[in-house]
């Protein structure tokens, strides 16, 4: 596998909290993407972070990147309900993108 | 705004069947991919494109053949589905960067009796 976590996490937390999801890959790369996917949709990108930035934010979600542990983390401020999705890490090598198994958020009102 | 349309939303077919997945996307990509979802496994590449007449084996491509026939449309066939093949597909269309955006279809739900 080129992930290091393999299995579908699942988190439920109530609205306002805030959360964080990792993960881990295994090979070299330099984009790592966030994609969110709500029930009966395709996911949809979110945020992108490049190998020469550390840290990305876009409103309400903060992704970070540690090339050295080759690791990635995704954060949501003031959780709302309509955060409930899965969301997959993604990383671009050898010319594809490749998913993770995900995290399903549940965020409960 | 980017769109890629799948169809069927829904199919049931019998084994041993022919399935085709079809996929349309309006983006003028160059790139096309099919994933299927599966519970615990993410989404995982079948085949892709790097723009008509071409095709290429992803991660999982037993049992599937992939068609490019032009720059917006890709389909899945499935020549003899099994049971196993009972899966959500999706079909993504990108520009082929490096830091490319994939965009989605809504998938197809498959399965196979």
């Known amino acids: 596998s080129q992930w290091g976590e393999e299995n579908l996490q699942a988190l439920s937390i109530q609205e306002g909290e805030d959360v964080t999801m990792n993960c881990s890959y295994k090979t070299y790369t330099t984009v790592v993407q966030w994609y969110r996917q709500k029930s009966g949709k395709g996911p949809a990108l979110i945020i992108l972070?490049?190998?020469?930035?550390r840290e990305k934010r876009s409103g309400r979600l903060r992704a970070t990147l540690d090339t050295s542990s080759q690791s990635s983390s995704l954060s949501i401020t003031g959780t709302l309900a309509t955060d409930t999705a899965v969301y997959f890490c993604a990383f671009y090598g050898n010319e594809k993108i490749t998913f993770g198994a995900g995290t399903k958020l549940t965020i409960k009102p | 705004e980017a769109a890629v349309t799948q169809s069927p939303r829904n199919k049931v077919a019998v084994t041993g069947g022919k399935v085709t997945l079809s996929c349309n996307q309006t983006?003028?990509?160059?790139?096309m991919y099919w994933y299927r979802q599966d519970t615990g496994h993410g989404l995982r590449l079948i085949h892709y494109s790097y723009g008509a007449g071409s095709t290429e084996k992803g991660d999982i491509p037993d049992g599937y053949k992939a068609s490019r026939p032009s720059q917006e449309n890709f389909s899945l066939i499935l020549e003899l589905a099994t049971p196993s093949q009972t899966s959500v597909y999706f079909c993504a269309s990108g520009t082929g960067s490096s830091a490319e955006t994939l965009y989605f279809g809504s998938g197809t739900r498959l399965t196979v009796l």
């Open positions: 972070i490049r190998s020469n930035e």
């Open positions: 983006n003028n990509h160059n790139n």
